[in-house]
């Protein structure tokens, strides 16, 4: 391997995690994976803000407001030449801030059993992903496989709960581009999902996820990105089909949404970087989230090659995708 050719990009997968506690897709357009035996340890503290939802027509409402605090470590690593493996674990607390009733359609909705506003925490659900890269020229491609496990059994009726508890498997893939015609040291990176959550009393939730990124060098050490999330709900039960058990409504919702954001990320030291970025609901409907966050962290790499913030020069963004001996990694 070049060791000059290794560029480091954080992309903070952490970023849409905690959007991921009731809509499952976190931004991981990792078209690039860490050399064998290298890789990068990731926290990131997030503010979640949910001041509403869409409900089914995709119009805004005030119900179920929430505000949540979230602390998740990522782990990213090489375990063969090509492959990487990703880890990732959160530790949420939230308290509902929403109405003590409001209406869901014909359906009288009131608060659950955390929704006392005052703080609860707990462990989330714990996410494996597998990706392996090849070279389409000079696109770097990644197909993976990823699921996630409810670490004990945490309450799942209301607004404050950590999670759905429910097991969730996704596949798909990633590529990247460099974009130095339009602007140099620009990139982008993509990436498409199809997900299926466990079906519980025969209620499915299937979805797509088509996630990107865009970003650019804005100096030697700073790199400013653009971030845009689309789910497109597939399969997903009716509220109809939800009325028998309506407590429990909030762990069968099928949402669509868009989400969109912007941030940072700055390269402080060859192993040490840190990131700071702004997501905020677009559209959405089926019970999506109106919400806004707020994260921000660091992230260490660890191995032999080590040289900062991919991206942080032009250069290093376009040796990343000319050199396939390269590879780097990505962003919540």
Known sequence: ?????????????????????????????????????????????????????????????????????????????????????????????????????YSVGPYETGPGPLDNGMYHSAFQDIRIEVRRMWWAGPVPVAPFVGASFPTHDYETVGEAVPGRRRRDLQFGVNAGVALDGILPGAYAHGRYAYGSMERIRNLPFTRSNIDLEV??????????????????????????????????????????????????????????????????????????????????GASFAFGSHLHGLAGATGESSRQALRNSSSVMERFP
Do not use: C
């Open 215 to 296: 970003g650019s060098a804005a100096t030697a050490r700073l790199l400013v990105r653009a971030l845009a999330a689309w789910q497109v709900r597939q399969q997903g039960p009716s509220l109809d089909q939800l009325a028998p058990d309506w407590v429990d409504h909030d762990r069968f919702i099928a949402p669509s949404y868009v989400n969109v954001g912007a941030g940072v990320s700055l390269s402080l030291t060859r192993s040490l970087d840190a990131h700071a970025l702004w997501v905020g609901s677009a559209a959405g409907s089926n019970g999506a989230h109106r919400a806004r966050t707020l994260a921000f």
């Open 1 to 101: 391997m070049n060791g000059n050719a290794h560029p480091r990009l954080v992309w903070v997968t952490s970023f849409f995690l905690v959007l991921y506690l009731w809509h499952p897709s976190s931004l991981h357009a990792q078209a690039f994976v860490p050399d064998r035996g290298e890789g990068t340890l990731s926290v990131t503290y997030q503010n979640y803000d949910v001041v509403g939802h869409y409900d089914a027509f995709g119009r805004k409402n005030t119900n179920g407001g929430t505000q949540s605090h979230a602390l998740v470590t990522e782990l990213d690593y090489g375990v063969l030449d090509g492959v990487g493996l990703i880890l990732s674990l959160p530790f949420i607390a939230s308290k509902y801030t929403g109405p003590p009733s």
